[in-house]
Structure formats: C-alpha cells, structure tokens
C-alpha cells in the first residue's frame, strides 16, 4: 500500500530543501521549516504507532467525524497552522531541515509499510489506510503550499 503523493511531497522537499522558507511555508506560519517539517512527520508516524492523546470520544464521532468528511470530500485542509499534537514532544526550532526531511521520509516509509489497522486519530476517529493517506498529503499540502505548487 503506497502513497504516491506522500512519498512525492518527501521527494519534493529533499530536492527543495535549499529553497527559501518563505517559498515553501503557509503564510502565517508560526514555525520554521525544520518545525513544520518535524510536526508532519509526527502526525504521519503517530497514526501507525497512535497519538500520544485523543479528544473525547463524543467530539471524535460528532465534530471531528464532520471535518474528515469535509476535508476528504474538499481533498484539501485549513486548520490551525501553529497547533501541536497534544502530549507530542517539543518540536526544536534547531533542529536542521535535513534532518527534519529524513525523519519525514522515514515516517512515510513506515506509514506505506503498515498493513494493520491505524491508530485512531484524535480528532477524526477511526481512518482507512486511504484516507489516512489523503488527510497527511493534504496537512502537508496546507502547511507547506510550496512543495504541493511544483
């Protein structure tokens, strides 16, 4: 099971690493690259391995239910630039993007490679391997714009 448009946006990145932020960052973002980077690849490898905390189950079936189908439906994502995956480590704002881009491609190896059910997501539930793949490429898409424009 492989994520062609994951495993594009990693190659993207190793080839426009050298490129200003500013030309691959979301305006507004409230991280640098190498963070941004890190958060991504946090969100892809926690939904093999689970997140560290999910929301109530209540707001899971009900509000977070309703945005997964509005961003599949959509195939695009807005939210919140700057939020943190709760009980996730501190994203280090030192950290070199190379660095940053290898432990995504690592992240999205071990996300292709898994054949089990995912960890539920916090805020979405339950997802498909599918879906999960077409909800990272699209948080990766609103987070950095100017990898998915190439």
């Known amino acids: 099971m492989s994520s062609p448009?994951?495993?594009?946006?990693?190659?993207r990145l190793h080839q426009d690493v050298a490129?200003?932020?500013?030309?691959?960052?979301?305006?507004?973002?409230t991280w640098n690259l190498s963070q941004t980077v890190q958060h991504c690849a946090q969100t892809v490898r926690y939904s093999v391995i689970g997140y560290p905390v999910l929301k109530p189950a209540l707001y899971?079936?009900?509000?977070?239910r309703m945005a997964k189908q509005v961003f599949?439906?959509?195939?695009?994502?807005?939210?919140?630039?700057?939020?943190?995956?709760?009980?996730a480590p501190p994203l280090d704002p030192g950290l070199a993007v190379s660095d940053a881009a290898a432990d995504l491609a690592d992240a999205v190896a071990v996300f292709n490679g898994h054949?089990?059910?995912?960890a539920t997501h916090p805020a979405y539930g339950r997802c498909t391997h599918d879906e999960f793949a077409q909800l990272h490429?699209?948080?990766?898409?609103?987070?950095?714009?100017?990898?998915?424009r190439n």
Request: hydrophobic residues 40%.
């Open 5 to 11: 448009d994951l495993e594009q946006f990693v190659e």
């Open 19 to 29: 490129r200003p932020e500013h030309d691959l960052l979301a305006p507004g973002s």
């Open 60 to 64: 899971r079936a009900t509000v977070g």
């Open 72 to 87: 599949l439906r959509r195939g695009a994502m807005k939210h919140p630039l700057g939020a943190e995956i709760d009980g």
């Open 115 to 118: 054949t089990a059910d995912h």
């Open 137 to 148: 490429a699209m948080h990766l898409s609103d987070h950095l714009p100017g990898l998915a």
